[in-house]
């Protein structure tokens, strides 16, 4: 079993689950989730839990569903084979994405993360531009994002790579890692201390059930070998999972992600682009988009080369990426507010007026 505090719990927690205490109502976190079946983690072992209609409905209107990390108010009748999920708790961090294809709608990917560790392999997986990518996502989650670069021992020199990706990583540390080696691996503990959640991100076939598995001290994830001909992995992940270990720390799996499409960028670009922002103040215009306005200080620095032009080319992109994705969410907030309009009106008509 487990104490609260060794899975996550905090006085901001304790206070926010004040309200809802009960006879039967207890505080747990959910650990895996498949069809809406969730298994959530409490003091006195995991339990299988439902939703209850009130909590469907708003999830589906609006609100969405509990994710991996969260923790929520459990009611647990004796007898019961299966607790009901009351309510979710506040979020303290959240590590959200688009949900991949046309559909405008937020995917929770891991909730109350203390430290996201963004991983990439040091094979045919390395990318810079998909770390600018996981990076403006990450400082938009509250968590403190760490980069991994994995499977070091397939490069003659890592701390060549290592530099390259410190210089676009806005102060996120940066540490290459071989578990054929042990390379780093120990330097990863540190960010696992007593009720720490970390959540492993990145995409097929970079390591990450391996890592997890050698933090774990025992098999805990199931792994496959990288084609060596594309360099691509296969998906051993297949969901998400919480998973606690036992010298302290909590540890999120998750699947290999194809693409991972923004969804709020309000202050994270600043933070990812922490370089161009800081060039930005020589820009002639204040509010300079660094396109085609004139004594424009960013481009400068891309065309005499303190600046990569593949880095300006990645901001451009992604800022393109966020405004339509913006633009979008608003229309979809104009819509349901019309919606609710209508169905107010409606409501009315059926409402015969006083007349006494």
């Known amino acids: 079993m487990w104490s609260l505090e060794a899975l996550g719990w905090n006085a901001g927690f304790a206070k926010a689950f004040a309200p809802l205490a009960g006879p039967d109502i207890v505080p747990g976190r959910v650990s895996l989730e498949h069809q809406r079946i969730y298994r959530v983690l409490t003091e006195s072992g995991e339990v299988l839990a439902r ?32 607790a009901t ?4 708790l506040p979020r303290v961090s959240r590590f959200s994405r688009k949900v991949p294809g046309d559909v405008t709608r937020e995917q929770i990917v891991a909730a109350n993360v203390d430290t996201v560790f963004l991983v990439m392999g040091l094979d045919g997986d390395f990318n810079p531009r998909r770390i600018e990518r996981y990076l403006v996502t990450a400082w938009e989650s509250g968590a403190q994002p760490v980069v991994l670069l994995t499977k070091a021992d397939l490069v003659k020199d890592a701390s060549e790579r290592v530099g390259e990706i410190a210089a676009i990583a806005a ?10 080696t042990d390379l780093g691996v120990d ?5 696992l201390g007593i009720g720490r959640t970390v959540a492993l991100l990145g995409s097929s076939g970079v390591g990450k059930s391996t890592l997890i598995n050698r933090l774990m001290g025992r098999e805990v994830q199931r792994t496959a070998e990288v084609s ?14 919480l998973i606690v270990r036992p010298e302290g720390g909590l540890v999120i799996d998750t699947p290999g992600m194809r693409e991972l499409q ?21 820009c002639r215009f ?10 424009c200080a960013v481009r400068q620095a891309a065309a005499d080369g303190t600046l990569a032009p593949e880095r300006l080319d990645s901001y451009h992109k992604l800022r393109k990426e966020a405004e339509h994705l913006a633009g979008r969410q608003d229309q979809l907030v104009q819509i349901e507010i019309k919606r609710k309009s209508r169905a107010i009106h409606k409501a009315m008509r059926y409402i015969k007026p006083d007349r006494t």
Do not use: N
């Not at 009130?54 to 004796?78: I, K, N, S």
């Open 51 to 82: 939703m209850t209609g009130r909590m469907r409905h708003e999830a589906a209107a609006a609100v969405g569903y509990p994710a991996v990390g969260d923790w929520v108010a459990l009611r647990v009748r004796p007898g019961e084979v299966r």
């Open 85 to 88: 999920l009351e309510a979710v």
């Open 171 to 180: 102060g996120a540390p940066v540490h290459a890692t071989s578990v054929r």
């Open 187 to 191: 330097d990863l503990v540190a960010y």
């Open 228 to 241: 060596v001909y594309k360099s691509r992995g296969r998906h051993t992940t297949t969901h998400r999972e």
């Open 262 to 282: 923004l969804w709020q960028t309000s202050a994270s670009m600043d933070a990812a682009f922490a370089d161009i922002e800081a060039l930005s103040s020589g």
């Open 286 to 295: 204040a509010d300079c988009r660094h396109d085609t306005e004139p004594q």
